[in-house]
């Protein structure tokens, strides 16, 4: 199974929200949708579901090309489901209800999926109990079970790990890598970046309207030095070489080609107040303060 996006663009007034955005997503992937608050990652999975107007550009799953019309968007919600609002929930029912309702409308499956689903999931000493007495971080794992439930191949998630605790990100990481595993396509929008680079195939940066860059785990990456160090202490150290980045005013980050090159910077820093020392790829949570709020590049 193939998600193939082309040329999406859409616009409220004379703003344009996504250009010409395009992409092709195989099965058995994750995606991270990354980019700050308002530029558009909510309005990508809302146009992708056709619950917004598209000015142009099409959305077309293993060859087909679903458009507007009624019928379409009907298959369209066969193949793809979005992550329920929490607002959408109903005070007055239970968990199991909800995640039944799912399993009946997309799939028709027996209880023991639904059992099946509140077990890898924890939620037996709570699922039975109406949702107006669950906590944020229960309410957000119905929603997941209920995206569980409905198990379409492509599924679109919108903060998923949104309200949860350490301990239910890892849970609901090792479920989403199970879904994986079983062939789905996953877009996860996410601000957990140090988790996204868990579990991603790949990370999309969006900014103003496009994809500006993509982050490929599956490839080999450029290795650096990195060290939280002051500002002052950074200036000492130049110059350094090209690519060379200072982001946030308190990570240094030194491109090297190999081990030798590496040692040499490690013991050049033991000469400042490091608070941290690494070497290793740049993590989705520094390429998003480079794209984004990047304070320092050194291009000497």
Not at 131 to 150: D, I, P
Not at 157 to 177: A, F, R, T
Not at 284 to 290: G, M, S
Request: aromatic letters at 8%; hydrophobic letters at 35%; charged letters at 25%.
């Amino acid at each position: 199974m193939t998600l193939s996006i082309a040329d999406l663009t859409v616009q409220y007034g004379d703003r344009t929200i996504l250009n010409q955005i395009s992409f092709d997503i195989e099965k058995a992937s994750i995606i991270g949708l990354v980019a700050p608050n308002g530029t558009g990652k909510t309005t990508l999975f809302n146009a992708i579901m056709r619950y917004i107007p598209i000015k142009g550009g099409s959305i077309t799953i293993d060859g087909k090309t679903y458009s507007n019309s009624r019928k379409d968007i009907l298959k369209l919600h066969q193949q793809v489901t979005f992550f329920p609002d929490q607002a959408d929930l109903y005070e007055n029912f239970s968990g199991r209800e909800h995640i039944q309702m799912y399993a009946d409308i997309w799939q028709k499956k027996a209880g023991q999926t639904v059992d099946q689903i509140i077990d890898r999931l924890h939620m037996n000493h709570y699922v039975d109990r109406h949702v107006h007495t669950y906590s944020l971080g229960m309410r957000q794992r119905l929603c997941f079970a209920m995206m569980c439930a409905a198990d379409t191949p492509i599924m679109l998630m919108d903060e998923v790990m949104n309200g949860l605790d350490p301990e239910n990100v890892n849970l609901v990481s090792s479920v989403l890598n199970h879904l994986r595993s079983e062939g789905k396509i996953i877009m996860v929008a996410s601000h957990l970046l140090d988790n996204l680079d868990e579990y991603a195939d790949k990370v999309y940066f969006l900014e103003d309207g496009k994809f500006v860059y993509i982050s490929d785990h599956h490839q080999e990456k450029d290795q650096y030095v990195k060290a939280k160090l002051a500002k002052a202490d950074y200036d000492r150290l130049l110059p350094l070489p090209e690519g060379s980045l200072y982001l946030d005013n308190n990570l240094c980050c030194i491109p090297v080609k190999d081990d030798q090159e590496a040692l040499h910077y490690v013991s050049q820093l033991r000469h400042y107040k490091v608070e941290q020392l690494s070497v290793g790829p740049l993590g989705t949570a520094d390429h998003y303060i480079r794209i984004y709020d990047f304070t320092t590049e050194n291009k000497e």
